[in-house]
């Protein structure tokens, strides 16, 4: 039998190379061809809903195709996550992904996914800052002078949070490991309730998003010791950071688009593109920025990365603080 020749055989291989990249690239012009489903995990009216919604319909007609969010809250995000794992990986149904997430991956220890093998990133999208705030009849004005209080009267200074668990819950817990703090906590259904709470002084202090917290802490109901990003806010601006009294500390949360892992390449970075451009436009940032979001574009690798970082930082607390599913 006579063998094919060498250079045959390579110029076949290099046809089969470009015929894959036009295929995929075909594919990646072609897609969408139908609506796209955009699964919100959570109820609508929370931070995460208003940000799909200012961002579907720009990219609904930069793709030629309806973006529908789809709320599908429970169980701390993980009903809706779930149900985007088990979708088609074809680019059809679109996780919005959230720090709940890569807490999910260590506090729970029976979930039917893995999130970090089953979802894929696209892009990050906003990073929404957490602020340390405290009743105003507790004595103390900043953070150095409310750790002392905290060391001064040892398990007796209580924070309220949106649940064991949550984004809100662990920012206290590190600031317990952090400092050597002793702050006891109060869960409550939601970070609404323990807001509420805050404000009428039945608990002493608690993290909470800039996005909720922001009227409370402009009209004097609750002050505002500190906030947890790396930066000061713009909304903020003399409120220093809680980092120049605790070098490093940093909780933050932190909003982002996946998808269902399978999913073609071309199309996620199509999708990346598409997530990058909604963040620079001027209307859909200014508007962020009015939410207290800070926009986040972003590669896939550079938003994975912060996913693996994130799911590790919040995996050592709940490890070391033993914090477990009520």
């Not at 972003?298 to 009520?326: C, H, L, Q, Y």
Request: one cysteine or more.
């Amino acid at each position: 039998m006579k063998l094919p020749h060498r250079r045959n055989v390579l110029h076949l291989g290099a046809g089969a190379a470009v015929l894959s990249a036009v295929s995929r690239s075909a594919r990646a012009q072609a897609y969408p061809t139908r609506p796209i489903r955009w699964i919100v995990p959570y109820p609508a009216g929370g931070a995460a809903d208003p940000i799909a919604r200012l961002i579907g319909p720009f990219l609904t007609e930069r793709l030629g195709q309806p973006i529908v969010i789809e709320n599908k809250p429970g169980a701390g995000a993980n009903i809706g996550t779930e149900f985007v794992v088990r979708s088609p990986p074809d680019g059809y149904t679109l996780l919005c992904i959230s720090t709940a997430n890569m807490i999910n991956a260590t506090f729970y220890k029976d979930l039917s996914f893995n999130f970090m093998r089953d979802i894929s990133a696209v892009a990050g999208l906003v990073r929404l800052p957490l602020v340390l705030e405290t009743n105003p009849s507790l004595p103390p004005k900043t953070v150095a002078e409310f750790i002392a209080y905290a060391k001064a009267n040892s398990g007796k200074v209580n924070f309220a949070s949106a649940g064991v668990g949550t984004s809100l819950h662990l920012a206290a817990e590190l600031l317990n490991l952090m400092t050597g703090i002793n702050l006891v906590h109060v869960p409550y259904r939601g970070g609404a309730p323990a807001l509420t709470d805050l404000i009428a002084g039945q608990v002493h202090v608690m993290f909470d998003n800039l996005f909720t917290s922001l009227e409370h802490i402009r009209a004097g109901k609750v002050r505002a010791l500190g906030v947890a990003t790396a930066a000061r806010v713009p909304q903020l601006p003399d409120v220093p950071v809680v980092a120049d009294s605790v070098p490093g500390y940093e909780a933050n949360s932190v909003f982002g688009v996946g998808v269902p892992t399978g999913t073609p390449r071309d199309i996620i970075e199509r999708l990346n593109r598409e997530f990058n451009a909604a963040l620079a436009e001027p209307r859909i940032r200014g508007r962020l920025l009015d939410l207290t979001a800070i926009p986040i574009p972003s590669t896939t690798p550079d938003f994975r990365e912060e996913m693996v970082a994130t799911t590790e930082k919040w995996g050592r607390v709940i490890r070391v603080a033993n914090i477990k599913p009520d």
